[in-house]
């Protein structure tokens, strides 16, 4: 596709040498990082409206692979990295202005966050599990005490980071497709939305299924309004912007992206969703499974799409 796109003169490739640098990690660790950022949003959210005990698969249950998760995101983000050896130099300053460095702090705050949120509630797997150790027994005794007060940083850093999973890509002010405030609330919408599905697999009665599938519906509704909004603003912009939004209105990222991400990973789940409502039995695992899908190849196909697009010269 590189090929075809320098001889059609739509690609520099003077400009583009390493067109294609991103390949598997940084979609999968944007992925990820919003699917952890999604779940950890709504087990705190409960915890500070006081349904912990109403919904435990939001809150007790579902974080459990958080701490998963995000080690398999920052693994494929290491392998990413050119200079492995220097990661540690993203800790030693903070700028404010830097995507990065918002990420990386945030990232080193809610990892050890969510494995705590875990361990408090490692119990609800292994419901005889006792701490071996003295010190772990009073860490957990304080965490508890101070259960709320973690709900509260955990609920802003998990929007921080579902948020900054979007923001990471409209930084690069080179590539029109990324170069939108869309993508910030789209990715943060898209993590919401995996993150609710995913918590529909670990519910433990049928009205937090349905709870969790009309906030679903709910968020994908939001997903297809900013990607509709996203499109008009690249169609009523520049020209290299009109050219980025075309990849996806006749070009070669149409059918992909409207098959998988729009139709598959919307709008079917959606119907499945609306009819599990309506007393329909349909499989849970099946709308989960395809939201899921849906919200990964948003992310691969961004990427990937985004690298395609130039401005003019």
């Known amino acids: 596709m590189r090929e075809e796109l320098i001889t059609s003169g739509r690609l520099n490739p003077h400009i583009d040498p390493h067109l294609e640098i991103w390949h598997w990690q940084i979609p999968l660790y944007l992925f990820l990082g919003g699917l952890a950022a999604g779940i950890l949003f709504f087990a705190a959210l409960y915890t500070i409206l006081g349904k912990e005990d109403k919904y435990p698969g939001a809150v007790r249950r579902a974080p459990i692979i958080v701490p998963f998760l995000l080690i398999i995101g920052l693994t494929a983000l290491f392998i990413d990295l050119r200079h492995k050896l220097f990661f540690w130099q993203l800790y030693t300053t903070i700028r404010l202005q830097s995507p990065m460095s918002w990420g990386a702090w945030t990232l080193l705050a809610i990892t050890p966050l969510s494995f705590a949120w875990a361990a408090l509630h490692i119990r609800e797997f292994f419901p005889n599990w006792d701490w071996k150790f003295t010190i772990l027994k009073e860490i957990e005794k304080f965490l508890l005490q101070y259960k709320l007060t ?26 029109p497709l990324w170069n939108t405030s869309i993508l910030g609330p789209l990715f943060l919408t898209s993590g919401l939305s995996a993150g609710a599905a995913a918590i529909i697999l670990f519910a433990t009665t049928k009205k937090e299924r349905v709870l969790f599938a009309k906030i679903d519906l709910m968020l994908i509704g939001i997903e297809l309004f900013l ?87």
């Open 227 to 313: 990607i509709i909004h996203m499109f008009m603003g690249f169609l009523a912009s520049t020209e290299v912007q009109i050219e980025a939004a075309n990849l996806f209105l006749g070009g070669s990222y149409t059918a992909p992206f409207w098959i998988f991400v729009v139709g598959m990973g919307m709008v079917v789940p959606a119907i499945l969703e609306i009819l599990e409502l309506r007393h329909i039995k349909v499989p849970v695992v099946i709308p989960v499974v395809l939201v899921l899908f849906g919200s990964v190849m948003l992310r691969f196909i961004i990427a990937y799409a985004g690298q395609f697009s130039r401005w003019l010269y």
């Open 150 to 175: 973690m709900a509260w940083v955990i609920i802003i850093l998990s929007v921080i980071l579902g948020i900054y999973t979007g923001i990471l890509f409209s930084a690069f002010n080179a590539r």
